[in-house]
């Protein structure tokens, strides 16, 4: 069986936690399948991470060290350095180093990030920015702030800080900000000040600052006094005891002299630094020795720095690698010695041994080009996937390659250069190699005009896939005859069911058909009650008048009442009767005019009373009571008096009709806040729930065929919501009805 480590994934668990897993795959003999093992990694990544860190750290640390060892050349040197490594620790934007003139108390900055105009402006020799107290000493804004409490702090919401003053004009906008003041002893003589990382700043950041403003204070004092150098041995003892490696002075005979941090070193080499008797050089690995020796003879000969890395050999006879960064002092031009940091990156070294096999072994084709186009370097599975051998593989130059111009990858690869992004390209192409591949590459820029390509073989998958789009046209095929004869199917339905519904509509336009000619009927009837109103009135008008005249005839003419008292009776009735019949044929002219429905003011108990002479015969003849309860103070409405008495009249018939003989009909009329009400109560049959909320839809009526439309109570409910009104109704089966008119008051 044919083992292979791919390159560890990273998984992002339920809780949200983010686990590195390596996976070997292991092809199982006579199968196609895979037996695939992941092994967590994450704490290994997680070490590799913090070694990478802790060397960072170690590497500006160690660096500041030499610069104390050595004497700066000038302020601009040091703040230069200390800002450079400031910002990389924290991944700072912008920033700036100063020192403090201790005479004028200025706060003089010689170094900087440019964050306005021309007023930040360094360029040139001898250039400052002056920073001045105030006229108490003390230093304003958000960037004095350390210099007065003598403490570093940072702050990720520098606008709300209480010392926050706002900006100078044209100045960057300030997202974070990070101070650290430079103390000896607790004198300030400079400030480190940083702002916008972009993730914010953190405890570990401020720790790290402070150190780093620590050692700037000791290479500041450094320029003005020895003795105060000395007085801090302790405390610079302490900051390099935080180095990750182990601080180191070389003397003369080659015999270290420990500074700190012995522990961080294990085995022979160890040991050897203990014991004065042993030289350090004799455990360095035999391949390495010659090559380290030379390196370092040069610091003997002249003051210089040197960082390099070898294998030391341990007291349990396995290999350590150690990286060594040293610079030599002399003084008066005789060499005093070496000072130096020495870091074990055995993990490290295995890492990038790891790092290197996984890119060896990855199913993945990787190659890297320099800036001619040369490749550089490969792995073995670029060979197999383009069918050339190593040898061929390195020998390419992509400038020079057919098949990179007429395959467009060759663009892709500039203008992944040019725009310094990662550029995906799928090609199907025939190899230099003459292997016909399809490949899904990725174009990977790195600095220098370096480039990374990386190709992965989907000549299978694509086959695949378009296997699988034949099938799913063939699927798609079957699917759609299916689909068609099930829409033929659902058609025929709705078919049938619109035929259905058609016999229903058109039973119902029958009906409405009916109930219009019943209603023209009504029309007519009406318009016929007008006009024989019309013939009666004028007779009627004619004998009240001869009626009248005949008592005038007998007064002029003294005839006695006692005399013809019979006769003076039917005059009498005659009048009487005459009278009523006009009254009569004048409501049931209003009631049959054509109204234009002109809305003026109406006064309800009179449009009630108007309504109950039209109907009382009717009220008598069915021995039902009619009762009357007027409020004599009821406010007039805004309305259409034809109107509302058609509904009063409509509303007195309903209930006559549900109303047996010897019951009641009772109306009652009162005024409550904005509203007029009127009450229709009967003593009648009553009306089913059922029924209750249908009774006001047209051409519903429960009437036998022929004695009703089913349209009086729909009209009365129009007419109502017309004067912005309400039509109510309670019932009860067999007790009563209660029908209630709501119309707004004026």
């Known amino acids: 069986m044919e083992s292979h480590e791919l390159h560890p994934n990273r998984y992002v ?19 196609d399948l895979i037996f695939g093992i992941g092994r967590d990694i994450t704490t290994r990544k997680k070490a590799e991470q913090d070694l990478q860190e802790k060397f960072q750290y170690s590497k500006v640390f160690a660096e500041m060290s030499s610069k104390m060892v050595e004497k700066p050349s000038n302020e601009e040197d040091l703040t230069d350095l200390v800002l450079k490594y400031a910002k990389t620790l924290t991944k700072s934007n912008y920033g700036y180093v100063s020192i403090i003139d201790q005479k004028t108390k200025d706060n003089i900055v010689y170094t900087h990030s440019k964050m306005m105009g021309v007023d930040c402006d360094l360029t040139g020799k001898d250039q400052r920015i002056v920073f001045p107290p105030n006229e108490d000493g003390s230093y304003p804004r958000l960037w004095g702030h350390a210099l007065n409490t003598k403490r570093s702090f940072y702050t990720n919401t520098p606008n709300n800080h209480r010392f926050f003053r706002g900006l100078p004009k044209d100045h960057i906008s300030i997202n974070n900000f990070l101070s ?126 040197l960082v390099h890395e070898y294998r030391v050999i341990g007291a349990d006879k396995k290999i350590y690698h150690i990286q060594d960064s040293k610079r030599s002092f002399f003084h008066k031009g005789i060499f005093q010695g070496i000072d130096g940091v020495a870091i074990d990156i055995t993990e490290r070294k295995k890492s990038e041994e790891i790092k290197e096999k996984l890119i060896q072994y990855s199913p993945i084709g990787i190659s890297l080009y320099d800036t001619s186009g040369q490749c550089i370097a490969a792995n073995k599975s670029i060979s197999a996937i383009l069918g050339g051998t190593y040898e061929q593989i390195m020998a390419q130059n992509y400038n020079q390659l057919e098949t990179w111009r007429k395959t467009g990858l060759y663009q892709k690869a500039l203008q992944a250069l040019q725009q310094n992004v990662v550029k995906n390209y799928e090609v199907d192409i025939i190899s230099s190699f003459g292997k016909s591949v399809v490949l899904d590459c990725h174009l990977i820029p790195f600095e220098q005009n370096y480039l990374m390509l990386m190709i992965n073989d989907v000549t299978e998958q694509k086959q695949n896939e378009i296997k699988e789009k034949e099938l799913l046209v063939a699927e798609a095929v079957a699917q759609s005859e299916k689909e068609r004869s099930d829409r033929l199917e659902k058609v025929n339905t709705e078919l049938i069911k619109m035929r259905d519904e058609l016999t229903i509509k058109n039973k119902d336009l029958q009906e409405t058909q009916v109930a219009l000619i019943q209603s023209a009927k009504m029309s007519a009837v009406g318009q016929l009650a007008a006009g024989v109103a019309h013939e009666i009135n004028n007779p009627l008008t004619g004998v009240l008048g001869s009626a009248k005249n005949i008592l005038r005839y007998a007064e002029i003419h003294n005839i006695k009442q006692e005399n013809l008292q019979k006769i003076f009776e039917w005059i009498d009735d005659i009048i009487v009767n005459s009278k009523r019949c006009k009254v009569i044929t004048g409501n049931l002219l209003n009631f049959s005019r054509l109204d234009r429905v002109q ?112 349209l009086g109570l729909s009209i009365c409910y129009t007419i109502i919501q017309n004067h912005a009104g309400e039509i109510l109704i309670e019932s009860v089966v067999g007790e009563y009805s209660l029908f209630t008119l709501k119309i707004p008051r004026i």
Not at 13 to 31: D, F, M, Q, R, Y
Not at 217 to 227: G, I
Not at 634 to 641: A, E
Request: hydrophobic letters at 40%.
């Open 13 to 31: 668990k339920k809780n949200g936690e983010i686990v590195h897993l390596l996976w070997t795959a292991v092809l199982l003999p006579e199968t």
């Open 180 to 305: 650290a003041p430079a103390l000896i002893e607790d004198k300030v003589v400079g400030q480190i000040a940083l702002a916008n990382k972009e993730e914010g700043y953190n405890e570990n950041d401020l720790d790290l600052i402070s150190q780093l403003a620590s050692l700037f204070a000791v290479a500041v004092n450094r320029k003005t006094t020895e003795d105060l150098m000395i007085a801090s041995e302790s405390k610079y003892r302490r900051l390099i005891g935080n180095i990750v490696g182990l601080v180191y002075c070389e003397k003369p005979n080659g015999y270290l002299d420990i500074v700190s941090n012995l522990n961080r070193l294990n085995g022979y080499f160890k040991s050897a630094l203990i014991q004065n008797d042993l030289h350090w050089k004799q455990y360095i690995h035999p391949d390495d020795r010659a090559r380290v020796l030379k390196e370092q003879a040069l610091l003997v000969e002249a003051p210089g720095t």
């Open 599 to 710: 809305k003026t003011s109406v006064n309800i108990n009179k449009v009630l009373n108007e309504s109950i002479q039209l109907v009382c015969a009717k009220f008598k003849a069915a021995n039902v009571s009619l009762e009357t309860t007027f409020d004599d103070s009821l406010p007039m409405i805004h309305g259409s008096t034809s109107e509302l008495q058609q509904v009063c009249i409509n509303l007195l018939i309903n209930a006559l009709h549900a109303t047996p003989s010897g019951g009641k009909v009772s109306i009652k009329t009162t005024f409550e806040n904005k509203y007029v009400l009127i009450y229709f109560r009967d003593t009648g049959c009553g009306i089913s729930k059922d029924n209750l909320d249908k009774i006001f839809d047209a051409f519903f009526t429960t009437k036998p065929p022929g004695e009703g439309t089913g």
